[in-house]
């Protein structure tokens, strides 16, 4: 089901998410997490932007190029050469700014099936789940630059 984008000025934007029950049935929640991603114009969405305070976020970048589901994630190092770009959020419409992002990390977690791993991804992708990583930690892009 498609869901309402949460919107900047809601708290549960700025909450620091909860983790799920390792084995809890998730079915539903990505399914409406991947409907309302393929109904707006972003690569991205975390469980806070949709009204969820749970550690969950999908990514579908280049046309299902890159599709994951990431569930507790956590990142455990970010590394390499600060890289800075121009991003968005579907939460701070039509707002856009320079954010620098190491360009590298290393994540854990868990995807749609309960699978764990452990993984390195560096560039866009690596952007990418660090934008919707903090989301997941109350963490909006607009905290990261010296002007909005």
Excluded at 19 to 34: H, M, S, T, Y
Aim: aromatic share 14%; net charge negative; proline share 4%.
């Amino acid at each position: 089901m498609i869901k309402p984008i949460i919107l900047y000025g809601d708290d549960i934007l700025r909450k620091t998410s909860v983790p799920f029950f390792i084995g809890e049935n998730l079915d539903d929640i990505i399914k409406d997490l991947w409907c309302t991603l393929s109904s707006v114009p972003g690569v991205g969405l975390a469980g806070p932007q949709i009204g969820l305070n749970k550690q969950i976020f999908v990514i579908n970048l280049w046309d299902n190029f890159f599709k994951k589901v990431f569930i507790n994630p956590k990142i455990s190092n970010s590394f390499g050469e600060t890289v800075e770009m121009e991003e968005g959020c579907l939460s701070i419409p039509n707002r856009r700014g320079d954010v620098k992002r190491k360009e590298n990390i290393f994540i854990e977690y868990y995807d749609e099936n309960w699978n764990f791993h452990k993984k390195e991804f560096s560039g866009m992708i690596s952007r990418v789940i660090q934008h919707e990583y903090d989301h997941l930690n109350g963490i909006l892009w607009i905290d990261k630059i010296n002007y909005f």
